[in-house]
């Protein structure tokens, strides 16, 4: 009876940790989820006309925004200021025509000029549009997105020290997460890969750098930017001198954890940088995460796991308290309840018995572990019995 007792207990056991694994499985890293796009949030090229632009020009103009942006997430809009003289992107600009205004998600602004003249040739007409959804940064980082962890951006100015710094910031953080890329939840082919723009290439990558939110404010700074998932920006722009490698070890780390942890998941759908994404992109995406983010019962999953309230509230940033740091809650208990006396409501004690005794579910349900998994135990006993009346009867 005894050894039919422990064989009970352990099937018992089994099962017990059997269920904790699955209530506590992770589908998704938090790198996975950056490549979903929820919501779309793409930005608005409106490209200014006016009398002075010719026909010829108009029709290049109108051509090249259908094909640049069919496959980036940039929507286009050709808007001839003489009969739409009062058109919202007009309040913004006042130099001359033909023109780019962008705007991005959060509703910034940036002017492009289209050639150098009224009447553009048609090479400068899609340079100056290829320019809002590719360059040459951004090729490099569309490369590496896939296979790589992140993709840190070192934006170079006019002092070398301060370009040598930001570079082995760069370095160090790499080397810290290559280090325990080995127990991530789910693998990544390679470590964060860095791409470097010059100082001498700050105009060609205009576009880019006021996407990110790169606003130089001494030609001497420099910039680390951290990018993850499908180009997008994670946490602050470092600026250096200032910045430090574990300010920036501290975001990447984040990169290759559960999305089902406690941290804030509402970053994790940062704003893109303007791109290309086209059916090329969309194979290597589902080869290299093994899951089509495209996928709209994916896409509602991750909705789902993204929106569901989360313990801490900060964006990745190197400030003390925040999700990259500590955060001190109060729970309900002696400290809580005078602020709950003040509401008239009633503050519920919570007890570390009650707080080990719950697992979070997939849909944000609690489920209780004692009642499971003393039914568990039951089933396994019952059984453990029914086999050893079976073997005395045999007997």
């Known amino acids: 009876m005894l050894r039919t007792g422990k064989s009970a207990v352990s099937v018992a056991c089994s099962l017990l940790f059997v269920t904790a694994g699955v209530a506590w499985a992770c589908k998704y890293s938090v790198r996975d989820v950056a490549f979903v796009d929820i919501l779309p949030?793409?930005?608005?090229?409106?490209?200014?006309?006016?009398?002075?632009?010719?026909?010829?020009?108009?029709?290049?103009?109108?051509?090249?925004?259908?094909?640049?942006?069919?496959?980036?997430?940039?929507?286009?809009?050709?808007?001839?200021?003489?009969?739409?003289?009062?058109?919202?992107?007009?309040?913004e600009v006042s130099r001359p025509a033909p023109r780019i205004v962008l705007e991005s998600p959060d509703g910034r602004v940036m002017s492009l000029p289209i050639g150098r003249g009224a009447d553009p040739s048609a090479d400068e007409v899609w340079a100056a549009i290829e320019a809002v959804a590719t360059s040459r940064a951004?090729?490099?980082?569309?490369?590496?997105?896939?296979?790589?962890?992140?993709?840190?951006?070192?934006?170079?100015?006019?002092?070398?020290?301060?370009?040598?710094?930001?570079?082995?910031?760069?370095?160090?953080?790499?080397?810290?997460?290559?280090g325990g890329m080995d127990a991530l939840p789910k693998p990544i082919a390679k470590p964060p890969h860095t791409v470097v723009i010059p100082a001498d290439r700050a105009a060609e990558e205009a576009v880019l750098l006021w996407s990110l939110g790169v606003v130089r404010a001494h030609d001497d700074d420099a910039y680390v930017v951290a990018l993850f998932g499908?180009?997008?920006?994670?946490?602050?722009?470092?600026?250096?001198?200032?910045?430090?490698?574990?300010?920036?070890?501290?975001?990447l780390d984040?990169?290759?954890?559960?999305?089902?942890?406690?941290?804030?998941?509402?970053?994790?759908?940062?704003?893109?940088?303007?791109?290309?994404?086209?059916?090329q992109d969309e194979a290597r995406a589902l080869d290299s995460l093994a899951f089509d983010p495209g996928n709209p019962l994916v896409i509602a999953e991750v909705s789902r796991i993204v929106n569901r309230p989360s313990i801490?509230?900060?964006?990745?940033?190197?400030?003390?308290?925040?999700?990259?740091?500590?955060?001190?809650?109060?729970?309900?208990?002696?400290?809580?309840?005078?602020?709950?006396?003040?509401?008239?409501?009633?503050?519920?004690?919570?007890?570390?018995?009650?707080?080990?005794?719950?697992v979070v579910a997939d849909d944000g349900a609690t489920?209780?572990?004692?009642?499971?998994?003393?039914?568990?135990?039951?089933?396994?006993?019952?059984?453990?019995?029914?086999?050893?009346?079976?073997?005395?009867?045999?007997?």
């Open 41 to 91: 949030q793409p930005y608005h090229a409106y490209i200014h006309v006016n009398a002075e632009t010719s026909p010829e020009a108009r029709a290049e103009i109108a051509s090249a925004a259908a094909a640049v942006f069919l496959d980036a997430n940039v929507t286009g809009e050709v808007v001839d200021l003489d009969a739409h003289a009062n058109h919202p992107s007009a309040r």
């Open 312 to 358: 801490l509230t900060d964006a990745p940033t190197d400030s003390v308290g925040g999700s990259l740091g500590y955060t001190e809650l109060a729970i309900a208990g002696e400290e809580a309840r005078p602020a709950a006396r003040a509401q008239g409501q009633t503050a519920t004690p919570v007890s570390h018995a009650d707080t080990s005794s719950v």
């Open 230 to 251: 499908r180009m997008r920006r994670l946490g602050d722009v470092l600026t250096v001198p200032g910045a430090t490698e574990d300010a920036l070890y501290k975001m």
């Open 138 to 178: 951004r090729r490099q980082v569309r490369r590496r997105m896939f296979d790589a962890h992140s993709v840190i951006l070192v934006v170079e100015g006019a002092a070398a020290d301060a370009n040598r710094r930001a570079a082995r910031i760069a370095q160090e953080a790499t080397t810290r997460v290559e």
């Open 367 to 395: 489920l209780p572990i004692g009642p499971t998994a003393a039914a568990i135990v039951l089933m396994a006993l019952g059984g453990g019995a029914f086999v050893f009346v079976r073997s005395r009867r045999a007997s």
């Open 254 to 279: 984040l990169v290759g954890q559960d999305c089902e942890c406690t941290l804030d998941r509402s970053w994790m759908q940062g704003m893109m940088l303007p791109h290309y994404w086209d059916t």
